[in-house]
């Protein structure tokens, strides 16, 4: 099993930055592409970036383009997310996952690893 740990969420007030970071462990599988999703209090889980095996490829979802920035460290077996100019409509739990597949994808069911997600909360 793969297993995946995020941190570095908070609190923060708008306009400030938050670097997440997420840290895989356990049986790997090839090139995993990767992503980060997020979940705000009564909506669905959303996309919002992801990253190809090699890290040469990336795709945001629009409302995140120019602020955020997902990269990843594959010696290292992790992957970050740095967020900068954040607005209280970022407030949500965001999750990394991992796929079978060394290109990344929007779709949530296209990754098989999942991790607990961590908590970021901007104050207005």
């Known amino acids: 099993q793969v297993q995946l740990v995020e941190s570095g969420g908070g609190l923060v007030q708008a306009g400030g930055s938050l670097r997440l970071s997420c840290a895989g462990s356990g049986r790997t599988f090839g090139s995993p592409a990767m992503g980060w999703f997020r979940q705000a209090p009564g909506k669905e889980r959303e996309f919002v970036a992801a990253?190809?095996?090699?890290?040469?490829?990336?795709i945001y979802t629009d409302s995140v383009k120019g602020r955020f920035t997902i990269s990843r460290d594959n010696a290292r077996n992790m992957l970050y997310l740095q967020m900068d100019s954040l607005k209280p409509e970022d407030t949500a739990v965001y999750y990394c996952?991992?796929?079978?597949?060394?290109?990344?994808?929007?779709?949530?069911?296209?990754?098989?690893?999942w991790g607990q997600g961590t908590q970021v909360t901007v104050s207005s």
């Open positions: 990253i190809s095996w090699a890290g040469g490829s990336t």
């Open positions: 996952a991992a796929r079978y597949n060394n290109n990344w994808s929007r779709r949530e069911s296209d990754y098989n690893f």
